[in-house]
């Protein structure tokens, strides 16, 4: 048996309900409260808006500097440096996923940012992330070896050396 007790009567005016009613109310009272919470949540994202029009520069000012001191915390607890080559200029450096997956994080989230939250949700785990300069990164990924060390990727297919000619071609001297 439930311990719910049926109230007869309306919450809101007192009138008989019986067994047809939503949150112990009439269908009148009901109605009368939903808009006025409709209302003002309404006039709330108004004034929500109102106030960032106001302050847009301080909000924008106050989100990068939040997102930049998130990726300097990942790129120093992961390390500091380029993983392959060593580089430590933080304008080249960026996150790579070690064991792949990283163009289905990205395509999931909504941006890099998200990406580092997460990173720092699960505690800057190495075994999972490294920080590689933007060079060696697009060389993994595209050709599945990066020229300066013995990096590997280990979701680099054979398969797809579509672009195997290009070790073949000499570079122009000049």
């Given at each position: 048996m439930s311990e719910w007790k049926y109230q007869e009567n309306c919450k809101g005016c007192g009138k008989k309900v019986g067994k047809k009613r939503a949150k112990g109310m009439c269908q009148r009272c009901y109605q009368i409260q939903y808009l006025a919470t409709e209302k003002s949540k309404k006039a709330a994202t108004g004034y929500?808006?109102?106030?960032y029009l106001k302050h847009k520069k301080e909000i924008c000012l106050k989100?990068?500097?939040r997102n930049v001191e998130l990726r300097m915390e990942m790129i120093k607890r992961l390390g500091g440096k380029c993983a392959c080559c060593g580089e430590k200029n933080k304008e080249f450096l960026t996150l790579?996923?070690?064991?792949?997956?990283?163009?289905?994080?990205?395509?999931?989230?909504?941006?890099?940012?998200?990406?580092?939250r997460q990173v720092k949700k699960e505690g800057f785990p190495k075994d999972k992330y490294r920080i590689l300069c933007w060079n060696c990164n697009a060389s993994l990924g595209l050709y599945?070896?990066?020229?300066?060390?013995?990096l590997t990727?280990?979701?680099?297919h054979s398969s797809l050396n579509h672009i195997s000619w290009m070790k073949k071609v000499p570079m122009p001297s000049q």
């Open positions: 929500r808006r109102k106030y989100t990068t500097k790579d996923h070690i064991k792949g997956g990283g163009r289905k994080e990205y395509k999931k989230a909504t941006g890099p940012i998200a990406i580092y599945g070896y990066c020229p300066h060390s013995n990727s280990p979701t680099y």
